[in-house]
């Protein structure tokens, strides 16, 4: 493990009254697979949409690859999103009037420009070299997941987020996921993050934290 | 209402710096500085030479110099075409050129010389040494002023709007344009429009003089109705257009054709694309400056196609022959004919309705002329700013030349100037228009016009 990827120090969240996260201070090693682990509204999802950009917190810092995400505006978020973190949904998120290899290049176009060929090559790397013109609605849940790698991962991003990405799989299109995402994981050497309420997804992770009603309660290393 | 004229003169000129400044980073204070003493000297240099000189002539210099620069323009757009398309194309330390500090004084002194040649021409002609002094002065500060207050603007420009030397080229000459079109003797567009008619009517001639087009039974009617257009204003306004706007569409075109960077030898994909990402969007910024040359350019058009001057084009007085056929115009009449403007009039005889006009030019001549000549349709003539001008062609006559037979001047009519005023001759002022004038609808009936 290298330096710090994400680093936060009272990282809170609080909307009105309610404090989703509580101050959190967390550091998490480039190239580790953190799992986020918490019953429904212990704030996993909070803290993701957090250290993914896509929310601001109410107090304390977060630092990603040694630079403060709080110091930029909504340009500089975009732009951290675009090339920095790659995001898993459960519920997917894909275009249903677009094909997969559309899907894709769509978070390419977002990033740069489209590029078919790369994307075709990435539906490939996870299987899907026989589905590239086909819609969502075309696909089993296992596949649209995978779809959703390849469009996470074509930007080569540092960190990948997931938010319960194999929620709604079942096991073996868990299990498979779960290995597409180990290995790609060695060959392009991101930090995965990602929430789960499976004690058995999350063992895949190198290291699992628990939260409870926004706090940390405890960590553990897997032994995987 | 000085002030209000000068306003557009004034905006070019901002712009102007903010180019330059933009054109050429990292020397902001080398064009600041010459910017400033370029404006300065350009005015003073105007008022100086007007004083000196009768003020054609440093209006000729002015105009003489952006007609140069336009030339220069079309010279650099086609080269900047041939570049975009041939890789490694020789440029002989031109680019070591352009970025050397002399460039950019260089730049920043001939486009103060030029614009302030053309604001002080605007400024009118003050009584009292002290109020010939201040007006100057005044002019030159507001552009030193604005100079400064281009510079803060460009800080505020994005980083990513780069300016290519052509494109530098292509918009100052331009806004230079667009600042002369507004003064009649420094109009290049409508002097063009009037060379491409004037050309292509001299060539279709040479044709027909040739027999090449045979003035023959079996030439019909559509035939000369598809030749009579070629002797048109609208072909000169239309020629004249392509070449007004082919030096900033070749620069839009030499952008666009321009290859992207190679991005081969990057082996991560989003990398790469990353670079063509942004390869992609300088280029599009790069388009911004042609196009707005552009923009420009088209605006110089309406300019000089609508000027905003107030001709003097009084209505006819419509005079009656005396019993013995001849029309006498009184030296002293509501309006004395002494006072250096037209003086029109109609006469209807034999069938015709014959416009003309009376002139005492500056030298005191006393002089007669058709109000048409003998190559344009009969669309008159108005006067303003020491000019005669036709409307046709927009060809701009010296009041000094107004008499003087051929080209684009009034017809001279024969008269006889004695105490009490001016005398004529009906039929011999019928015959001139039927035989100069109509001459020319009957052609560019038959022609189709």
Known sequence: MGSMIIETEGLTRSYGDICALKPLNLEVPEGEWLSVMGHSGSGKSTLLNLIGGLDRPTAGTLKVGGEELLGRDEDGLARYRREFVGIIFQQHHLVPYLTAVENVMLAQYFHSVPDEAEARTALERVGLGHRLKNRPSELSGGEQQRVCIARAIINSPRL????EPTGNLDHKSTVMVLELLRELRLEERFTIIMVTHNQ????????????????????????? | MTALKLIPHLVAWTLMVLLLLRGFPGRGRGVTLWAVAGFAVGTAGYVLLSRMLPVKIPLEIIRATVGVSFFLLWVVSVGALYRSTVRDFPLFGVQRLMASPFAAWLSAVAAGLVAGGICASRLPGIEGAAAQLLAPLLLALTGALLVFAARGAERRLTSSLTIPPSSLLGALVALLLFSSSSILLLDLFSPLSMKVMKGIHDFVHQFMES???PDHLFIRPPIWRAIGLLFGKEVGFWGGLVIWFTPAILLLLAVQLEPLPSVAQIRQGAQRRRVQAAAITTKRYRLVIPLLALTILGMAVYQSSFPNVEYWDPKPLTITASPGGELFIPRKGEVPLDDGKLHKYLYKGGGKEVRFFVLTSPDGKLTVDLDACAICKPDGYGQAEGMVICYYCKTLIPLETVGKPGGCNPVPVPFTEREDGVHLDAVTLVNSWSQT????IRTGKEMGK
């Not at chain 1, 058995?200 to 995987?224: F, H, K, N, Q």
């Open chain 1, 200 to 224: 058995e997804v999350a063992a895949w992770g190198d290291r699992t934290i628990y939260l409870d009603d926004g706090l940390l309660v405890r960590e553990e290393r897997s032994s995987r």
């Open chain 1, 160 to 163: 990948l987020l997931g938010d």
């Open chain 2, 437 to 440: 004038v109509q001459a020319t």
């Open chain 2, 211 to 213: 027999i090449l087009i």
